[in-house]
């Protein structure tokens, strides 16, 4: 919404934009159908007097103003143009999202893990990561530490690091932070991470949640020895000796027995 008095409009596109020069010289361009500003630039300094437009063949516009400080301006539209570049980087993550949802569902663990991290999708790397380490726990560690954390540039490697510090926030997760961290580590050397100027951070708050995390699986861990305790105590008690009522028995039948020997050697 323009609160400022509009006093030039134009139509462009079939209809479907307009464009509005208004008294503090600000020339917007609006989408109809969603009554929304999709440009809006200050050229000029005064009212904004004279307002027309050129449709060019490559779908761009032309837009010339003159304001009331005498003075023309030619300003280029690319909205169609820029419509068009994001309805095609649109296409191509949808393409994306399709091949690492292909790949997960075929155990291609390493392309899976770097479309997630190329598509910038934590949710699924965190995923891919589990099912990996879950299918063989091995194969995924080897493969992080030798193949696929070295062949990561340092701004995918900072992004891998930044998912991991969400990740170690959450107790659920922190079995998957800590496997990265332990490979991250393993893959490179602590003087190449050291002039990384965003790691520093990002690693306080990481060793900050570990040991956190390590605190309570101590706590946990101490607390299973009561388990073992209890269990112990509900087992049966051994006796230490026999009571008199079947030591008695005993002896009555050790004399039948004795007696049932002599009969029969007679």
């Known amino acids: ?40 630039g200050e050229t000029h300094e005064d009212r904004i007097w004279a307002l027309s437009l050129v449709e060019q063949e490559n779908e761009n516009v032309l837009l010339l103003s003159g304001s009331a400080d005498g003075v023309l301006v030619a300003t280029e539209d690319y909205t169609s143009e820029e419509a068009e570049r994001v309805r095609s980087e649109r296409h191509e993550v949808i393409l994306k999202e399709q091949e690492l949802a292909n790949a997960m569902r075929r155990g291609r663990y390493t392309e899976a893990f770097l479309l997630a991290l190329k598509l910038n999708h934590p949710r699924n790397l965190r995923q891919v990561i589990m099912k990996w380490s879950v299918k063989d726990a091995e194969d995924c560690e080897t493969s992080l530490c030798r193949s696929i954390l070295p062949s990561l540039g340092e701004e995918q490697l900072l992004r891998l690091l930044q998912f991991t510090r969400e990740w170690v926030s959450n107790a659920r997760h922190c079995s998957v932070a800590s496997l990265v961290m332990h490979c991250v580590l393993a893959s490179h050397h602590f003087t190449e991470l050291a002039s990384m100027p965003a790691v520093r951070t990002i690693l306080e708050a990481l060793l900050a949640y570990m040991q956190r995390h390590s605190q309570r699986l101590h706590e946990v861990l101490r607390r299973t020895y009561y388990v073992d305790y209890v269990t112990r105590s509900l087992g049966p008690l051994t006796l230490t000796s026999e009571p008199p009522f079947i030591r008695d028995v005993a002896t009555v039948d050790d004399g039948l027995a004795l007696k049932r020997q002599r009969a029969e050697t007679v």
């Open 1 to 40: 919404m323009d609160r400022t008095p509009v006093l030039q409009v134009a139509f462009f596109n079939k209809g479907t934009q307009l464009v509005t020069g208004n008294a503090e010289g600000v020339l917007r361009v609006w989408a109809i159908a969603e009554s929304e500003v999709v440009w809006s």
